[in-house]
């Protein structure tokens, strides 16, 4: 049975209309008031907010995030953190860079070492979190260190500067632009590649959540993993499957970035796992793992996207940006501490 189930069906909700119920067990509700508040606040401050091509920024904006979003949600909800994300994001960039500029082969050569490089990463971290029990914290961590060194050495090593050289003259590169970093016009509103991928790995990441046996495998790990292995769940091989949706993540996103850019610099990245982790967190994710939705970690990728552009357009200082960042964390993880505490409580 799933998180939200469980709250609606243990009675916790009793006394109220069933439709009333199951919409307040859903984990991404908070997630979507916080979401319309936003935008209405922005839409009275800041009158170039409703414009179309404002639109087609925050919508890109929050994609980037939102394509690592979903599948650091599924992980969350497995139970486990990756601090890796961030610079792996960055690795998977360099790697198809330097591969096919130091090959002079065709992009796809490189685009698809950068494939098997983040999935083996991801594999990685999967298969030290089975092997040695410790927790995700600490491998992903150790994870990071290395990436993040690997990243500053190998590039200064082969290009003798931090950043890569130019492969957009190189065959292949046009094609690999349009998969990952393409733009349409409709109707005024500019979306790039990375909205489509959003979106795409939206729709799977909610379909593989709710409507296989993977799904329940992911909330039953999350939620007791001793359990789940007790009634038959492959736990290690579940996590480690959950890493490699990660390092596919990585992979589009870093594609995204060298394709749109020409050139990467290698120590980008940085960080950026918080902001995946706090996405997955508004969007109603517990850090205990076991409850979330990868529908909710897209409004949290999105009320980012809304507001690091709509404080620029109100002219507002964007150092706040990081204030936000913070409460909206303090205030995510006391709302889903709250909603666990009501659940184990059970009807009163």
Request: proline share 3%.
């Amino acid at each position: 049975m799933s998180s939200p189930d469980l709250l609606a069906g243990d009675g916790l909700l009793d006394g109220r209309p069933a439709a009333l119920r199951r919409l307040l067990a859903r984990p991404e509700l908070g997630a979507l008031i916080a979401a319309a508040a936003v935008f209405v606040v922005f839409a009275v401050v800041a009158e170039p907010f409703l414009r179309v091509s404002s639109l087609g920024t925050v919508l890109y904006a929050a994609s980037t995030i939102g394509i690592m979003a979903v599948p650091v949600s599924l992980l969350m909800i497995g139970g486990e953190f990756d601090l890796s994300a961030g610079v792996l994001v960055t690795t998977a960039a360099l790697t198809s860079s330097m591969v096919s500029y130091q090959l002079t082969a065709v992009t796809w050569v490189g685009v698809l070492v950068s494939l098997a490089t983040t999935l083996a990463i991801g594999w990685f971290n999967g298969w030290m979190l089975g092997r040695t029990k410790l927790p995700s914290f600490i491998v992903t961590l150790g994870t990071f260190l290395m990436l993040t060194g690997a990243n500053l050495g190998v590039t200064k090593a082969i290009s003798g500067t931090v950043s890569t050289k130019s492969i957009a003259d190189m065959e292949g590169f046009a094609a690999c632009r349009w998969l990952f970093a393409s733009e349409v016009n409709i109707g005024g509103l500019t979306v790039k590649a990375t909205v489509w991928w959003w979106l795409g790995l939206l729709v799977v990441g909610s379909w593989v959540l709710l409507r296989t046996r993977f799904g329940n495998w992911i909330f039953a790990v999350g939620g007791d993993a001793d359990a789940a292995r007790a009634v038959g769940v492959p736990v290690a091989r579940t996590k480690t499957l959950l890493y490699l949706g990660v390092g596919f993540g990585a992979w589009v996103l870093g594609q995204h970035l060298l394709f749109s850019f020409d050139t990467v610099q290698s120590g980008e990245g940085v960080g950026n796992e918080l902001i995946y982790i706090v996405a997955a967190v508004i969007g109603g994710c517990l850090i205990t793992g076991g409850y979330g939705s990868v529908a909710g970690s897209a409004l949290g990728a999105l009320i980012f996207g809304m507001v690091s552009k709509g404080i620029i357009y109100a002219q507002w200082n964007p150092d706040w940006f990081k204030f936000f960042l913070g409460a909206m964390l303090l205030l995510a993880a006391l709302l889903n501490a709250y909603v666990k505490r009501r659940a184990e409580r059970g009807p009163r």
